[in-house]
């Protein structure tokens, strides 16, 4: 499918126009950044192992009733999306303590937390994604009260949604981050559900053995990442058996 012009280029993906008015392509790159890219590099394959995942798990969230930007998938490294106006916000969701909040609030990595929690960054690179509350996000008109409602309910079901899969293919969905963004239908706007859910995204830790299948790996210099991913495509039945991914993916090019 013929691009159009390149509307936005982040960290991890391109944003492309797209074929119809209100559609985009999407498109995933091998670079991987963390620390608010202090730490660059470029992983072969992991784009086209976050764009089949993400698929994946669109698709999924798509079928059971909660909305999301996804259409389709084109090629190995693209898909079709809905043009959302992302509402600049990073919505994060914990069912163990991890990463951030272990620091902030001196919990052990790994130790359940009382209830899923839900919490908000405001999305801005220069100072690095700030935790903030609601007070800030409706005072500043990042997000109305009613959005709020309706990206904590939407965010608790994808939860709800993402721990039954994982656990069913033997992993732990420890945390995860999202995006949502306006969809304008006519007079209508929905909010709906963003960006993409990967293993850059998300925590995910084997459950038998607490190996961690997921951009820790990279962040802490753990190694083996794409192999990680590829290991999560392979359990969700994305790439086959005893392949090693690479074969099935064919990773070049595209
Ligand atoms: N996360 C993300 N993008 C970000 C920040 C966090 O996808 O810019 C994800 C991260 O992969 C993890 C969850 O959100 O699954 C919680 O991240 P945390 O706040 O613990 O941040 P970190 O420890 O990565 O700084």
Redesign the pocket.
């Known amino acids: 499918m013929a691009k159009g012009r390149k509307i936005y280029e982040g960290k991890a993906k391109i944003l492309y126009e797209g074929p119809e008015p209100g559609t985009l392509i999407q498109y995933f790159k091998d670079d991987a950044t963390a620390f608010n890219n202090e730490k660059r590099a470029v992983l072969d394959g992991k784009g086209v192992l976050n764009n089949r995942i993400s698929e994946f798990v669109m698709t999924q969230l798509n079928s059971i009733g909660l909305p999301t930007h996804f259409l389709k998938r084109l090629n190995m490294r693209e898909q079709l999306i809905k043009e959302v106006e992302i509402i600049p916000l990073?919505v994060?969701c914990r069912n163990v303590a991890?990463?951030?909040?272990s620091k902030r609030l001196g919990l052990e990595e790994g130790a359940p937390l009382p209830r899923s929690i839900i919490e908000f960054c405001y999305k801005k690179d220069e100072l690095g994604?700030p935790l903030v509350s609601e007070e800030h996000i409706t005072a500043f008109n990042w997000a109305s009260n009613q959005e709020i409602d309706d990206i904590i309910a939407m965010t608790l079901r994808v939860n709800d949604f993402l721990t039954g899969l994982f656990a069913a293919v033997g992993i732990k969905l420890v945390?995860?981050?999202v995006e949502y963004g306006r969809l304008y239908e006519g007079e209508m706007v929905r909010t709906v559900l963003a960006d993409e859910i990967s293993p850059?995204?998300?925590?995910l830790w084997d459950m038998s053995t607490g190996e961690k299948l997921?951009?820790d790996r990279f962040?802490r210099d753990l190694g083996g990442v794409t192999e990680a991913y590829s290991e999560v495509a392979r359990r969700l039945g994305i790439i086959k058996e005893d392949k090693g991914g690479a074969e099935i993916l064919s990773f070049g090019g595209e």
Request: contains cysteine; charged residues 55%.
């Open positions: 990073e994060i991890a990463g951030s909040i994604d945390d995860f981050k850059d995204s998300c925590r997921d951009k962040r």
